[in-house]
Every structure is written in structure tokens, then in C-alpha cells.
């Protein structure tokens, strides 16, 4: 079969984890305890998800396909439970969508005399048309845009880093005060945040050259954003963080990007920032929009949202409504404070799902019958280990709790609404043959 | 006899009753399986420009779709659509997106779940 290979797929996992929203995340992390600790905050989140690839292969293996997350979780855990756990994943990656316009909205108006309300909603409005037209962005296209951001950024980062050492300030950068143990694992719950989205490698099972091209490039896409991150990690050491955060609220990739005193370097970043967050939301939309039709279709959703468009092979209503949800989530960023509650949401709901996907990989029909007790265990721990991370993110979240807790509540809420609604739909036999 | 031939068959006189659907899948041409994940049964359909010119009971094709063989036969006759087993992992597919992409709408047109 003439489907992406193992690097096709590492450039979709990988395309899929690194959007510019994540620039905030880093920078929220290094405020959080800086320097080394982010650093060892990162690596720690990809052994955890580098535990899970091996996890996810398994699941993607028994079960492939394109359904992902829900599939495994309702084959583990029963349907109910499975969309209770993955919905609210799903929805609060909306949300973060809100983030993303936000920011190229901010990165526009630094080029363009729009303001940045108008550049997120172009942004918003310009990809749902491409989307409602079919177009979806191709493997190598993806590809193509999240190497040029990471080496653009890989870049900058090493510039930072040899700024600080030419200045001397190398050591005091890289190692601030040890943070405490909650702050700590908080930190790594937010770094699991960088990481969400290489999961979604296993949707592409249906299609994908072979299923050993899943169980490679899962680990494969982890290792690849872990030195990302930790390099950039280490360059937004070597800035002002306090600075970073009070100048660059939204685009904290510019001043990193500024402090190599390059108009040309701002201009590639802005440029690769535009391209990655384009790919990520038409990605987004097209799998989020296909899952909507499909709960629609099952009368989860309103019925109206689940018809494919015949031409296009598009649920163009169900994009619609993706769409106004969209808008809603930029509002909400832009004008109602909840940027850093969406991130640390999504944090808590990335652990929360994966824990359970390291749950459920020990359970039938996953587990293989020969599985040792021991690494039975141990994938229970890391299970448990993922749901506590989730609860530090929760504990330390400071002013942004209430705000967090709002959104994961009405995320959950949400949810078990829809799995109330979920039944399966199944017509009584016919009478008379057909 | 193979009880998916059986189903097959019904389902494609459903097929064949909407030509406005068979119109929307012209220049369509691909195979389709299903097979049967619990017992030794499998089906396939081939469509050339949105007409169905062959079953067999053979397995190879474009595109594989395998579940178990009452939520194929439930499928086929059109008493239970495929999202809510594709959705929640009783049903698997194999194959290029946008064939199956398209044989979810045929079977969403006949089937409104």
C-alpha cells in the first residue's frame, strides 16, 4: 500500500505537537522554574510519553484506526466512559485553537496594519473556507512547514544560548533556584502539553504504508520534539523570561527571535509561526469536523451536523459550527484573560487521556494473555504517575485556577452530556427480507 | 451460503434503487471487503464508475473493512449505520481515505442511522 511511511509520519506527529501556542507553554514553564528544571521538566514529560508511544503502538495495533483515542478507550473501558475521557480532549484543543489565533492575529498585526482581532479571525475564516473547499494540507507539505519552524527556532535557540555564554551570564541562566517538589511536577504536567497531538500518529493506521511505520514513528515523533523542546527551552533560559512574558505575551517565539537583532530572522519566524499554526488548525478542524459528523450521524450531535457534502467528501455543516466554537475560543482568549487557562486545561486533559490510554493498554482486549505482572504494574504506575502530574497542574495553577477548573468543568460537563446521548443506533430486523 | 454475500446482495439492490447516488459516485472505481473478524466470512463488492459490476467472497481489495459478522450483516442491511462501530472500535478500515470517505456517505445516504 502507497500510504505516508515512517517519516511522513514522523512530520504529522511531530507537525501536529508543535504549534505556536506551544512558545507559551515554554515560556510559561520556564517562569515556572527556569533554566535546567525546564529542561529536566521536558525531558521527563517525553520519557513519560516516550512509555506511551510504546503504549499507543500496542493499542494502534489491536485496534487501528482513525478513530484513535475514543476507539481505544471505549474498547477498554466501555463506550460511555471512552467519550466522557476523549471528548473533553477534544474540546479544550478547541479551545486552544482560540490561543493559536490569537496568536497570528498578534504576529499580523506586527506586519500588517490589521488589528489583531480582525488578523485572528482572518486566519479562522481563511482556513475553514480552504477546509469547506476539501483542501488538507499533504504529509510533505506538513512536513516541509514544521522542519522549517524547528530549525528556524533551533536556531535562534543557539544563538541565545551563545549570547549568554559570550556575556557570562550562561551559569545563572541555566541554573536558577530549585523549585519545590508540586512545582516541579506542575511544570512536567505543562510539559506534557508540548507533547499532546503525537498520539494522533495512530489515526492514520488506516491509511499508513504498514503498521510497523505507527509503532516506529510514535517513538520516533517523541524523541524528535524532546531535543526540539529542550533547545528552546534552554534559549528562553537565556532570555528575560519576566521581560519575555510582559513584551511578548502572545509571541513569546519573537523575542527570541528579536534578540538575534535580525530583521530577517523576525520576518522567517513570523512567516514559519503563520505556516505552522495554518497546518495544525486545517489538520484540526478536518479530524475535529469528521468526529463531530460522526456523532451526529449516531444522533450524539444534532443530526443536521452529520452529512458528508458529495462533491467534497467535507461535513460542511458540522465545519460551521467548528467554525463559531473557533471564534468563541478566540474571544475568550483574546478579550477574556483565558490564555493561560487554556493551556493549563489542555495540560490537564492530556494527562487525564493519556493516563487512561496507559490504563487501558493493560487491559483486555490489549494486554497480551503472556504480559508479566511486573510490567503489568509498571504500566499502572505510569498511569497513575500521568494522573497526579494532571492534579499539580490543577494545585499550582495560582490565579489561573478558577479559570482552569471552568473550563475543564464545562469540558467534563459537556461530555457526559454527549455520552448520555450516545446509544447504539440499530434498526429492528426487517420482516419480509429487505 | 456466505450470510455477507447475502447481505451484500441486499445492499446493493438498496444502491441500485437511488440513481442520484449512483449518479454523485461516477468516475468512482475501487473494491471493496468486508471481512468478517469472528468467522471465516468476507465479501467483496466492485464498483466502476459508481455502478457495482461484481460480489464475490473474495477478501482482497482497495479497501478492507472488518468488524464482527453481525455488525457487517447489520451494516449491509442497512439496520445500523457505521459510525457508531467505527467510532467507538468495533469496526475497523483499511485503505485510501477518500474511498472510504465516500462509501461513509453512500452508506449515510441509505442508512440515516
Redesign the interface.
Known amino acids: 500500500m502507497s500510504g505516508p511511511g515512517t517519516l511522513a509520519l514522523v512530520g504529522a506527529g511531530c507537525g501536529t505537537g508543535i504549534a505556536s501556542v506551544c512558545a507559551i507553554g515554554m515560556l510559561q514553564i520556564e517562569q515556572l522554574l527556569g533554566g535546567l528544571w525546564s529542561v529536566a521538566a521536558v525531558l521527563l514529560a517525553a520519557a513519560l510519553c516516550g512509555l506511551l508511544a510504546r503504549a499507543f503502538a500496542r493499542l494502534s495495533a489491536v485496534v487501528p484506526s482513525g478513530a484513535g483515542l475514543l476507539a481505544f478507550l471505549s474498547r477498554g473501558l466501555g463506550r460511555q466512559s471512552g467519550l466522557v475521557i476523549a471528548a473533553p480532549y477534544f474540546l479544550l484543543t478547541l479551545i486552544l485553537v482560540g490561543a493559536e489565533a490569537t496568536i497570528v492575529g498578534t504576529l499580523l498585526a506586527r506586519v500588517l496594519p490589521v488589528p489583531v482581532a480582525a488578523g485572528a479571525l482572518l486566519f479562522l475564516v481563511g482556513t475553514w473556507a480552504l477546509c469547506r473547499a476539501g483542501v488538507q494540507i499533504g504529509y510533505r507539505a506538513q512536513a516541509a512547514a514544521t522542519a522549517g519552524l524547528v530549525l528556524c527556532m533551533a536556531w535562534l535557540s543557539m544563538l541565545a544560548i551563545t549570547g549568554a555564554a559570550d556575556r557570562g551570564s550562561l551559569a545563572s541562566a541555566l541554573i536558577p533556584h530549585a523549585p519545590s517538589a508540586v512545582h516541579f511536577m506542575a511544570g512536567t504536567g505543562e510539559a506534557l502539553f508540548l507533547f499532546m497531538g503525537f498520539e494522533l500518529i495512530t489515526s492514520h493506521a488506516e491509511i499508513a504504508r504498514s503498521p510497523r511505520a505507527i509503532g516506529r514513528s510514535l517513538p520516533i515523533s517523541v524523541g524528535v520534539l524532546a531535543a526540539f523542546y529542550s533547545l528552546v527551552s534552554l534559549g528562553f533560559s537565556c532570555l528575560d523570561a519576566k521581560a519575555a512574558a510582559a513584551g511578548y505575551r502572545f509571541v513569546p517565539q519573537l523575542a527570541i527571535a528579536e534578540q538575534a537583532r535580525s530583521p530577517v530572522a523576525v520576518a522567517l519566524m513570523i512567516v514559519l509561526s503563520l505556516l505552522a499554526s495554518f497546518t495544525c488548525f486545517n489538520g484540526a478542524l478536518l479530524a475535529l469536523s469528521r468526529f463531530a459528523c460522526a456523532l451526529a450521524a449516531q444522533g450524539t450531535l444534532p443530526r443536521r451536523f452529520g452529512r458528508l457534502d458529495p462533491r467534497t467528501m467535507v461535513p460542511r455543516k458540522a465545519l460551521s459550527v467548528l467554525l463559531a466554537v473557533a471564534i468563541g475560543a478566540t474571544a475568550l482568549v483574546g478579550f477574556g484573560g483565558a490564555l493561560e487557562p487554556a493551556i493549563l486545561a489542555a495540560a490537564i486533559a492530556a494527562s487525564l487521556v493519556y493516563g487512561c490510554a496507559a490504563w487501558v493498554r493493560e487491559r483486555p482486549p490489549f494486554a497480551e494473555e503472556e504480559r508479566g505482572r511486573g510490567i503489568r504494574l509498571v504500566g499502572r504506575a505510569l498511569a497513575l504517575g500521568l494522573f497526579a502530574l494532571g492534579v499539580a497542574v490543577a494545585v499550582d495553577a495560582g490565579g489561573a485556577r478558577a479559570g482552569t477548573l471552568l473550563l475543564v468543568g464545562a469540558a467534563y460537563g459537556g461530555a457526559l452530556l454527549l455520552a448520555r446521548r450516545a446509544r447504539p443506533a440499530r434498526l429492528p430486523e426487517p420482516a419480509h427480507g429487505d | 451460503m456466505n450470510p455477507l454475500v447475502n447481505a451484500m446482495s ?1 445492499f446493493a ?2 444502491y441500485n434503487r437511488r440513481p442520484d447516488l449512483m449518479a ?1 459516485q461516477r468516475g468512482w472505481i475501487c473494491t471493496i471487503a468486508l471481512v468478517a473478524s469472528d468467522s471465516s466470512a468476507s465479501v467483496a463488492v466492485r464498483l466502476e464508475n459508481g455502478l457495482i459490476t461484481c460480489i464475490s467472497d473474495q477478501a482482497e481489495a482497495d479497501v478492507v473493512i472488518t468488524s464482527d459478522e453481525a455488525t457487517l450483516r ?1 451494516i449491509l ?5 457505521p ?2 462501530p ?5 469496526l ?7 474511498d ?3 462509501l ?2 453512500i452508506a ?1 445516504v441509505l ?3
Not at chain 2, 467505527?86 to 468495533?90: I, P, S, T
Request: hydrophobic share 20%; glycine share 12%; aromatic share 12%.
Open positions: 441486499r439492490r438498496a454523485e447489520d442491511e442497512l439496520r445500523r449505520g459510525n457508531e467505527y467510532l467507538f472500535g468495533d475497523t478500515v483499511r485503505g485510501r481515505e477518500r472510504f470517505l465516500r461513509d456517505y449515510g442508512c440515516p442511522e
